[in-house]
């Protein structure tokens, strides 16, 4: 999308975050600790949140000025593998480098109220702006570490192209390890402060772009409209040393999984001899539930609950609204794994989740 406005956004990202954590990497500068469990500490004048397992980094919670939303990037395995791209912040050989709003795990949506805050980022061309919305970070409520679990609670505000405040957001993140696993919860209220419409769409909601071994070896690239009918063209690119396959608890596998349901889905691939797997699960509790997966062979990973005519043409549009003082809150759970997970672990591990948050 956009090549020129892209480098330049790279170029802008990469310089904010050097002067941002004042060294010569845009990578969260996570120290390793030698105390265990689960740290989590805020670095303030930083603008992040740095997440350790045993000393050992995880990932980290960055709100930049430079972008328009906070993410949690990167996402490192148990065994240290990187399983987020790096791109646009710090772009490897072999990776793709299209969509450069796709940066480590985040969440948003493609139309609140018309607004497109899923493909917002510095790339937009000016004439777009208005079209677009931001997600701004405004306080870290609370941080807390523990033996196996760490928390992080954080507000920000839905700000639509037109400068009006339209979604106050609380997430709650917990950080944990279960076994030899890394988990991540994120527990999402949007308080609406005007009515919204989050209308049927593709792009949305909890999104993760993952590292290039990850992606689908026989993904061939193509035109992708966003929100707006805006076209990104993703090459085919080198899929030597792609080896992502999909995987949901319908069964269904690969290529196929998307636009289809289930409860959980899971992305495993191999690396320097390594298996790393990143699932996402869904909660009773979502709406619309279970949800429908936004994953694509080139990387991108998304569970859109929100979205439902754009995916199945046979059913009626979704337009789920909150009304004006009305919240609703969004659940799902991460796991990342230096591992596979068998469908019955993973049955499991969803059957755990409905039960975590009744």
Not at 107 to 119: A, E, H, L, Q
Request: aromatic share 10%.
């Amino acid at each position: 999308m956009y090549r020129q406005e892209a480098k330049s956004l790279y170029k802008w990202l990469v310089c904010g975050m050097m002067a941002m954590v004042g060294f010569g990497s845009a990578a969260p500068a996570l120290a390793k600790d030698a105390g265990a469990g689960v740290k989590v500490t805020a670095d303030q004048a930083q603008r992040r949140v740095d997440v350790t397992i045993d000393g050992k980094p995880f990932t980290s919670y960055l709100w930049p000025e430079n972008m328009k939303k906070a993410v949690l990037y990167p996402l490192i395995a148990p065994d240290g593998v990187t399983v987020s791209r790096g791109y646009p912040l710090e772009p490897r050989k072999g990776e793709r480098v299209d969509h450069p709003h796709h940066v480590g795990m985040w969440f948003n949506y493609g139309n609140v109220n018309g607004f497109d805050f899923w493909n917002n980022s510095n790339a937009i061309k000016p004439e777009n702006h208005d079209k677009m919305g931001s997600i701004h970070h405004e306080k870290i409520v609370s941080t807390k570490s523990g033996p196996n679990k760490g928390d992080l609670v954080v507000e920000s505000v839905w700000i639509t192209g037109k400068n009006q405040p339209i979604i106050r957001e609380t997430t709650r993140f917990v950080f944990s390890k279960q076994g030899d696993d890394r988990v991540i919860d994120r527990i999402t209220t949007l308080h609406a402060l005007e009515q919204v419409v989050f209308k049927d769409d593709k792009e949305g909601v909890l999104g993760i772009r993952v590292a290039h071994f990850l992606e689908s070896p026989t993904e061939k690239g193509g035109i992708f409209a966003d929100a707006s009918g805006r076209p990104t063209r993703v090459a085919a690119g080198d899929t030597a040393g792609a080896t992502g396959v999909y995987l949901t608890s319908e069964g269904v596998k690969g290529d196929k999984v998307w636009s289809t349901r289930g409860r959980w889905c899971e992305l495993t691939g191999n690396t320097d001899g390594k298996t790393e797997t990143i699932a996402i699960i869904d909660n009773p509790k979502n709406p619309d539930y279970p949800t429908y997966w936004h994953a694509r062979g080139y990387g991108l990973f998304a569970a859109n609950p929100l979205g439902r005519h754009i995916f199945d043409p046979k059913q009626p549009p979704l337009n789920f609204t909150i009304d004006k003082g009305k919240s609703a809150t969004f659940r799902f759970r991460v796991i990342i794994a230096s591992h596979a997970i068998t469908a019955e672990q993973m049955n499991q591990a969803a059957d755990a989740f409905a039960k975590a948050y009744k």
